[in-house]
């Protein structure tokens, strides 16, 4: 007799789709197998379990520049995320930028007590000092925090190039994961100059202000870097298929680079953007959406796993706020117009109908992209992104035949509008389990503030380097190795 039963639903796992009843007791799985009891028992006849979400690039509740506001909490952005079937998160702590981490990732760690679902965080580092980098950032991945966020873009954000080397340097011998925006920080100040002068300040023209060609040059350079130090990392939001070629060609000399793309890129294009007015700046996000014809090339690099993560990016910014998109009032430059849109809680139903629907991709796949490989990449796995005995319950019922049409309204993010209003999606979460207790059912949150737990991570194999340094030189066990040096 098990705490908990779900019984006679089909489960899906990354690797594997198979009748069973799942016992759950003490929040972990314990059992998979037919007809077993429980002294709860939640019925799944016709219906897919599925693991919790894990959704690895999550904005909320961030101190911003230039006083822009998360229109999301922790607490709302998560309440979000478990109504759409996703259990875990990795948001950012963010370094001040003439700052320590010291100043404020323990706020963050005060912050994150209310949040809904399980959650990590990633530090966001913006100021590679010295201390920084010897002292502060070696001693935070000890305590768990396996995970740094870089920028190559941004007036607030850009590292240059040596800074981005040493940060990987660190990374690499301390064993963390960098996480890299990816664009070209002159491209966007140059283009950003010629349109001012030629009078475009729609909102609209952001699609050119960001090209893909700078997402290319930047993938391409990060990559390399990647290479020479022997570095795994991850590439955020890709949106362009050139830019996912350069992966590709990374992966295929050696290189630890990995590719994440976030929804937006899969539902949405630059023909969003083409709307009358200040109304156009919902769409407004970095990287920018490109043409459809690039949308659907997405797709063959996410089969082929060179893109194996599909994340959110939730950037939850008001669209009628003056502490949101209108900060900078209706006409503001383009390169001023904040950056970001919602999407924590419609993630998984876009992944569905966008690709497992149409016959894009497999419901295995579908789990993978969605749950399993972030997991994997972040170090929370087996617990997370799996259904296996030993695993936490993270559990999703989910509908696969249900269809349904986006409205703000329905939605439980605290964002004044969503970018997906009015699109009709198949495929969504009926209800979700966080370590076995149920905090969603049929579009109303069940759960409760503070339910979630940080995830401290330890060093896991993931991470472990090839062992390969293309210039001829070991930079940490300071050996050359050279052919014609010996």
Same mark, same amino acid.
């Given at each position: ?60 509740? =961030? ?389 979630? =737990? ?33």
């Amino acid at each position: 007799m098990h705490d908990l039963v779900i019984r006679n639903g089909t489960v899906v796992t990354a690797a594997d789709i198979f009748a069973a009843d799942i016992g759950v007791d003490g929040g972990i799985v314990t059992a998979l197998a037919p007809r077993l009891s429980g002294r709860t028992e939640i019925e799944a006849r016709g219906r897919l379990v599925i693991p919790g979400g894990v959704d690895s690039h999550c904005h909320a509740e =961030q101190r911003m520049s230039g006083g822009v506001v998360n229109a999301d909490d922790l607490f709302t952005a998560t309440r979000s995320a478990a109504c759409g079937g996703t259990t875990t998160v990795i948001c950012f702590a963010l370094q001040p930028r003439e700052g320590r981490f010291a100043d404020i990732v323990p706020e963050y760690a005060q912050r994150a007590t209310r949040c809904a679902v399980d959650y990590a965080f990633h530090l966001w580092l913006r100021n590679p000092s010295e201390q920084v980098l010897a002292e502060e950032l070696p001693a935070l991945i000890a305590a768990g925090h396996r995970s740094v966020k870089v920028f190559m873009t941004g007036k607030a954000n850009w590292l240059d190039d040596l800074a981005l080397l040493r940060v990987l340097a660190v990374a690499r011998e301390h064993g963390a994961l960098v996480t890299v925006h990816a664009e070209n920080w002159g491209i966007h100040q140059f283009m950003a100059e010629r349109l001012a002068a030629g009078g475009f300040r729609h909102p609209k023209f952001h699609a050119v202000l960001k090209p893909a060609i700078g997402e290319r040059e930047a993938v391409h350079r990060i990559a390399s870097f990647a290479e020479l130090l022997d570095t795994p990392i991850q590439v955020f939001h890709v949106s362009a298929p050139e830019a996912a070629a350069e992966i590709e060609a990374a992966q295929r000399r050696g290189a630890r680079v990995h590719g994440e793309t976030c929804v937006q890129y899969l539902a949405l294009s630059a023909a969003d953007l083409n709307r009358p007015g200040f109304e156009a700046a919902k769409w407004v996000f970095g990287p920018a959406p490109r043409g459809s014809a690039d949308r659907h090339a997405l797709w063959d690099y996410l089969k082929r796993g060179v893109l194996d993560v599909v994340t959110s990016d939730h950037a939850p910014v008001n669209f009628d706020a003056a502490d949101g998109k209108k900060r900078w009032g209706e006409d503001a430059p383009l390169d001023q117009i904040p950056n970001g849109i919602p999407g924590v809680e419609t993630r998984l139903s876009i992944l569905w109908s966008e690709g497992v629907a149409p016959g894009r991709i497999t419901p295995c796949e579908f789990v993978a992209l969605s749950s399993t490989n972030a997991a994997r990449t972040f170090g929370l796995y087996p617990r997370k992104g799996t259904i296996a005995i030993g695993s936490d319950a993270d559990l999703v019922v989910w509908d696969p035949g249900r269809t349904d049409r986006v409205t703000n309204a329905a939605l439980h993010h605290a964002v004044d509008y969503t970018p997906y209003e009015g699109m009709v999606l198949t495929g969504w979460a009926e209800t979700t389990l966080l370590r076995g207790e149920v905090v969603h059912h049929k579009g109303r949150y069940l759960g409760r503030e503070g339910q979630g =737990q940080w995830l401290p991570r330890a060093a896991y194999d993931w991470l472990r380097p090839a062992g390969r340094f293309p210039s001829g030189y070991d930079p940490f066990g300071q050996r050359v190795t050279h052919p014609d040096l010996q």
